[in-house]
């Protein structure tokens, strides 16, 4: 029954929209869709979620997660047949580490980066060589094993290598030729994945009276 699928409101190329929906897919749990443009948000999801940020995940009525860290795990919980959530407790506390990393320190310089012409303080190499801070634990990682936190794909890549993209194609040259060899072929490898170019579709600005679309 459709009344029963969660209601997902996601931007296409927003990082915590494209972790959220990775998630979805390897759990494959079913949503509705709803398109959003930041410029022109539903007024629903204003009165959903006090930040208005997307990912938005209705689970029900009294159940709306509004953060795309926690739409992961609500979707992984449901179901994880590729075994993304670590159950040692090592790799559960590493994995948090690198999350924590990527989204409260790595992540504003990105926006810095990419936008260094609203951040006229410093120059943009400035911003690059801080946002290096997070490049270079990674790449060490990465050197050791070939994803994150074991041989495969986890959680913490799933939830990262969203914002190395965005980085990457920042200045995409600069990044080709930057010390971080182990971190541009993991990148690679994950963005040839059917699952990221799966949840990649393009989809209309939702409206109100649009027929449900399925994800
Ligand atoms: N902590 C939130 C952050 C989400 C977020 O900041 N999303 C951006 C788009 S990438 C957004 O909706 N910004 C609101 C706006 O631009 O008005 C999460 O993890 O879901």
Not at 34 to 55: F, G, H, I, W, Y
Not at 68 to 91: F, K
Not at 188 to 201: C, E, H, I, N, Q
Request: aromatic residues 12%; contains cysteine; charged residues 25%.
């Amino acid at each position: 029954m459709l009344m029963n699928h969660p209601v997902f409101y996601s931007f296409r190329r927003c990082p915590y929209a494209i972790r959220a929906r990775l998630a979805l897919r390897a759990s494959a749990v079913q949503v509705v869709l709803r398109e959003v443009v930041l410029a022109d948000k539903p007024e629903v999801l204003r009165q959903l979620s006090a930040s208005a940020t997307v990912p938005v995940l209705v689970v029900a009525e009294n159940h709306v997660i509004d953060e795309s860290l926690e739409i992961m795990l609500w979707a992984l919980q449901q179901s994880d047949p590729a075994g993304w959530l670590a159950r040692d407790d090592e790799r559960v506390a590493e994995s948090e580490r690198l999350i924590t990393a990527n989204d409260i320190e790595f992540k504003p310089c990105l926006d810095r980066y990419k936008y260094s012409d609203r951040f006229p303080e410093q120059s943009m190499e400035c911003y690059r060589a801080q946002a290096e801070v997070f490049l270079t634990v990674l790449e060490a990682k990465l050197q050791s094993s070939r994803y994150l936190l074991s041989e495969r794909p986890m959680l913490a890549d799933m939830a990262i290598f969203p914002f190395i993209r965005q980085f990457a194609k920042v200045d995409q040259a600069w990044f080709e030729e930057s010390p971080y060899p182990s971190l541009r072929a993991w990148l690679t490898g994950l963005l040839a994945l059917p699952l990221f170019t799966g949840v990649m579709d393009k989809y209309v600005q939702w409206q109100p009276d649009d027929p449900v679309v399925i994800f």
